[in-house]
Structure formats: structure tokens, C-alpha cells
């Protein structure tokens, strides 16, 4: 299967708790993005990846969230001292730079903050 | 900032056509999209339309692109209970490394 991969597809946790998830794009995609969908609404964006260059992120990327891509391959998302606003799904996305404008999405980390 | 608007449900018989309505407002947009979301899924990425087209057909989906009052539809032929889902319009510019801007999704429902 060579379509982006998320893990873990579910994490339960306590509020105050650090949590972190991995997205793994299809490998000749150069860009990764991270989206939040909460429950009734469509994805928002938090931020993306160009190689391991972080670009951009949006104002809803608080300072207790962080996300790296050190080598350009796999991405993590980690966020600090979980509040139970946070619980939502957490969408990953890949494409490449150039040329096929469409992102593919892989399957969500579903966070429920306790 | 930019928006992207649709309704929030949508019900149909099977062997009908749907059709779902976005409207946005963003005039720099380049690509529009459509998504499928499935309960518990990720999104599905069903057509997307370049914005100097005003129409695209793929198989049962058609996409209806007005740019002038930046109006985008998608219309499902023989519609099947299997269609039941979310449908989100999505749109991208030329920012933010093209990050997708996002509708609140069309609940389509499917009666036998």
C-alpha cells in the first residue's frame, strides 16, 4: 500500500497529558500537511512541510503544539499539556511540489482528551 | 479571510441525482475540490476542476464551475446507497503552499 499512512488511528488520553502522532506520506511526495477536523466540521489547517522545512503555520498551532519533519520523509505532531478542546481528528496529507495539484489524506488520528 | 460555504444536508432516492452546491470567495483560487469522508474515514479526494474550466465530467460525477459568482457544484448520476457519506468543496491558492481551504461538508443521505 503506497498511500499515506497515520498512527496511532485512535489515542485516548487525560487532559494535561503530552500526546504525539506520526504520518507517513507516499514517498515521492516533497510536501506534508497536518489538518484538524473536529466533530461536524471540515478540516482546517495547522501547517505544512516542504522537504523538512516547516513553511507555514496557521494561528490555530498553539505554542503546545509542535511538528517536525527532520529527515523530509515521515512527519510527527506532538501536542503539550492536552486540553480537552483539542480533541478532534488530526488529518495528514501529501502531493508533490510540482506539476498534480491534488493532496491525498490519509486515514486520521481520531484524539479524545479525557 | 477566505471562506467556503455548502449546505449541510442533502437527501435523496436511489437511482436519483444529487447535486451539491459550494459557493466560495476567494477570487485567487486556483484548483477547486471535492472530497468524500466517510464515518471514521479520511478523506477521499473524488474530482477536482482547474479554475479556467467551467466544467468537468468524471464517469457518474459532473463538477459545474461558475467562476464569476465563484459557485461550484457536483452532481452524482444514478445516485446509490454507497454514496451516503460527507462531500466537502475544497479550495486552493496560490498561498500557504497551497493548502486546501475547506467547506463544513454536505451530509448526503441515500434512501432505497
Known amino acids: 500500500d503506497t498511500g499515506v499512512s497515520q498512527d496511532p488511528r485512535h489515542k485516548i488520553t487525560k487532559r494535561g497529558q503530552n500526546v504525539t502522532f506520526r504520518c507517513d506520506p507516499i514517498s515521492e511526495h516533497n510536501r506534508l500537511y497536518w489538518y484538524r477536523q473536529t466533530l461536524g466540521q471540515g478540516p482546517e489547517f495547522l501547517t505544512y512541510f516542504q522537504n523538512e522545512a516547516q513553511l507555514e503555520k496557521s494561528r490555530l498551532l498553539s505554542d503546545r503544539f509542535s511538528a517536525e519533519r527532520p529527515k523530509g520523509s515521515f512527519s510527527t505532531l506532538e501536542i503539550q499539556r492536552t486540553e480537552q478542546g483539542d480533541s478532534a481528528m488530526y488529518l495528514c496529507?501529501?502531493?508533490?511540489?510540482?506539476?498534480?495539484?491534488?493532496?491525498?489524506f490519509g486515514p486520521g488520528t481520531r484524539l479524545l482528551v479525557l | 479571510g477566505e471562506d467556503v460555504e455548502q449546505s449541510l444536508f442533502l437527501s435523496v432516492r436511489e437511482g436519483d441525482s444529487s447535486v451539491i452546491n459550494c459557493t466560495y470567495t476567494?477570487?485567487?483560487?486556483?484548483?477547486l475540490y471535492w472530497y468524500k469522508q466517510e464515518p471514521g474515514a479520511g478523506l477521499q479526494l473524488l474530482t477536482y476542476i482547474f479554475s479556467n474550466m467551467d466544467m468537468k465530467q468524471d464517469q457518474r460525477l459532473t463538477v459545474l464551475l461558475n467562476k464569476k459568482d465563484k459557485h461550484l457544484s457536483l452532481r452524482i448520476a444514478d445516485t446509490q446507497t454507497g454514496d451516503s457519506a460527507i462531500y466537502f468543496c475544497a479550495e486552493s491558492g496560490p498561498n500557504a503552499g497551497n493548502m486546501l481551504t475547506f467547506g463544513g461538508g454536505t451530509r448526503l443521505m441515500v434512501k432505497p
Open positions: 496529507a501529501s502531493r508533490t511540489s510540482v506539476g498534480q495539484e491534488t493532496q491525498y
Open positions: 476567494d477570487s485567487s483560487s486556483t484548483y
